[in-house]
């Protein structure tokens, strides 16, 4: 018999029951809900009189809709306002676990779940949204869910969830100076296209991957679903149990050595065969860029826009339709473009780590004149890690300002939108026409790039100024 995918181990771990010809109902160990997808699941509850299973397998906090400045007023937006008192209401009514606005915990759900050690190896993970995928980079099977199967989670803590196939993706070699998680996984992403992952859980793997910090993989795992995957897991190893060791809900003392001989065992094994494997060298892998409107449309920073003549004939109309709506031509020279608003934040690039990369990067730099910037970091405990670690000052130091924490820019349900015309170069996953706000244009990097546009004003190789 052939051995295990990671994927299988835990999967399998956690089914039910298996129906006949049919998706399998799988347990879930961590129900991470926010302000958006959550209103409806609770109403739905209500309706046929249910109560939610196990709270205590529940966290809540208000993410997407949150003002990133003044959170200690009122919300403005009435909508916005509703979604988050609803959230208040429902978590109270059913004994849930909240981390409100002003509680030190609150953040973006991605953020808050592997920093407070609520994510850890061998678990199952959803949240009405779809970066659950992000907590895969802990060995975890983490995806997002609709309303309807929030519900459902809610009444049942199970799912009921086809199996996807496997894919394992191999990034070897040592990373070039300036290259980041955040290049490697926009990388993959313009090689396979934002469908190629349809129908597959990624497995990442190789000694690049390895490399990494926690935050590059929550990173790398974050964007898995924008190339249509279901999700993506990394093996956890020493980083992992390292980053987890004594975090707030984390197993402490013999009961984590315990679950670290466990975690160990969260591998696949030698002769385990995956539907599709694929290897790429990091030789190849420079700073990344987006120039279109779905994350697949990258290519290295230095570089040009492609030509018509390099476009596949079934993705020509795309092409056309997304170099119109960016402004740009084709075989355009990236660099010099100039940009109008910079994000920094995001579930794929609001960590510490992140923050850090900017402040160092802009040290004794000046915010260019022509940029709005936004530094917004991806919770209350980063907020306050990037106080205590001068990298607020560094930041006003430079020009810039470090707002309140939550979604942000990235999706323009809150105030910070930007406007339309102008040209964004975003930390965050998303690049669709009017993402970031109806009308608004999105290039998708790394912070280290987006700190390299804040202080030149316009694309830049980050190289260049390192």
């Not at 826009?305 to 075989?331: C, Q, R």
């Not at 960590?351 to 530094?375: H, Q």
Request: charged letters at 25%.
């Amino acid at each position: 018999m052939a051995g295990k995918t990671l994927f299988d181990k835990v999967w399998d771990a956690h089914v039910v029951h298996q129906i006949e010809g049919g998706p399998d109902v799988l347990y879930i160990d961590r129900h991470l809900i926010h302000e958006v997808t959550s209103p409806q699941a609770f109403a739905g509850l209500e309706k046929r009189g249910l109560k939610v299973f196990r709270p205590q397998n529940t966290v809540a906090t208000p993410d997407h809709n949150v003002p990133t400045i003044n959170q200690h007023l009122a919300i403005k937006d009435e909508l916005s306002r509703f979604q988050v008192n609803k959230l208040t209401e429902n978590c109270e009514k059913h004994g849930i676990t909240l981390y409100g606005l002003g509680h030190p915990y609150q953040g973006i759900v991605h953020v808050i779940g592997p920093q407070l050690g609520i994510t850890q190896p061998g678990m199952t993970i959803v949240c009405g949204d779809s970066h659950t995928s992000t907590h895969g980079a802990f060995g975890a099977v983490a995806f997002g869910i609709g309303t309807s199967e929030v519900e459902m989670v809610l009444a049942s803590q199970c799912i009921m969830q086809p199996k996807p196939k496997r894919m394992r993706i191999n990034v070897e070699g040592e990373l070039k100076e300036g290259v980041t998680a955040k290049d490697i996984i926009l990388y993959i992403i313009s090689k396979i296209t934002a469908s190629g992952g349809t129908g597959y859980f990624i497995e990442y793997a190789g000694s690049a991957i390895r490399s990494l910090s926690m935050e590059g993989r929550m990173t790398i795992c974050n964007m898995s679903i924008e190339c249509g995957a279901r999700g993506g897991l990394i093996a956890p190893d020493k980083t992992t149990f390292e980053y987890i060791r004594d975090r707030e809900f984390a197993p402490k003392g013999d009961d984590f050595d315990k679950a670290v001989e466990k975690w160990r065992t969260l591998k696949t094994d030698e002769d385990a065969v995956f539907d599709k494997e694929l290897t790429y060298d990091t030789a190849d892998i420079e700073p990344m860029i987006t120039y279109g409107t779905n994350p697949g449309m990258g290519t290295n920073i230095s570089g040009n826009i492609p030509s018509e003549s390099d476009i596949e004939a079934s993705n020509l109309v795309t092409y056309k339709k997304a170099l119109k709506y960016m402004g740009f031509e084709p075989g355009q020279q990236l660099e010099g473009i100039p940009v109008d608003y910079v994000f920094v934040g995001s579930c794929t690039n609001g960590r510490i780590e992140d923050l850090r990369a900017v402040a160092e990067f802009v040290k004794g730099k000046k915010k260019a004149d022509n940029i709005t910037a936004w530094i917004v970091p991806g919770s209350r405990q980063v907020e306050q890690q990037a106080w205590e670690e001068g990298i607020a000052d560094i930041l006003e130091e430079a020009g810039f300002k470090l707002r309140q924490p939550g979604c942000s820019a990235c999706l323009a349900m809150n105030d910070d939108k930007i406007p339309a015309g102008k040209l964004a170069v975003s930390t965050s996953n998303r690049n669709f026409e009017g993402r970031q706000g109806p009308g608004s244009r999105t290039m998708l990097a790394s912070p280290l790039t987006a700190a390299a546009v804040a202080v030149t004003g316009k694309i830049i190789d980050p190289r260049k100024l390192l």
